[in-house]
């Protein structure tokens, strides 16, 4: 059974950095290399929206409010993916989701809370 875990939330001033993790357990390496994983947001009264979409086997995108402040990087040997965010706003706030697309399934981490207070 394939789970995501996201980690790495927590409260930060405005300005500040977080970097969050999702790890997809039980999955094969080619599996992992071929699949995509995706960091969605919601904010409180708000739609669950995509912040990045990272293709394992391919180039990562990034809504534009995160661009130049959102990064990705990967440990294949962990299954992770983990997302680098610099110069915090208040309105990147919300809880992240891991999203992971692999051999067509789809499986979602139960979210980490990012607080940024101004």
């Known amino acids: 059974q394939v789970r995501m875990v996201e980690s790495g939330g927590g409260s930060v001033q405005a300005g500040g950095s977080l970097g969050l993790s999702c790890r997809a357990s039980?999955?094969?390496?080619?599996?992992?290399?071929?699949?995509?994983i995706n960091w969605y947001r919601q904010a409180p009264g708000k739609q669950r929206e995509l912040v990045a979409h990272?293709?394992?086997?391919?180039?990562?995108t990034y809504a534009d409010s995160v661009k130049d402040r959102f990064t990705w990087s990967r440990d294949n040997s962990r299954r992770t993916v983990y997302l680098q965010m610099n110069n915090l706003k208040p309105e990147d706030a919300g809880v992240y989701y891991c999203?992971?697309?692999?051999?067509?399934?789809?499986?979602w981490g139960p979210g980490t809370q990012v607080t940024v207070s101004s």
């Open positions: 999203n992971g697309l692999f051999n067509s399934r789809e499986y």
């Open positions: 039980n999955v094969i390496l080619s599996s992992f290399n071929v699949g995509t």
């Open positions: 990272i293709p394992l086997g391919g180039s990562a």
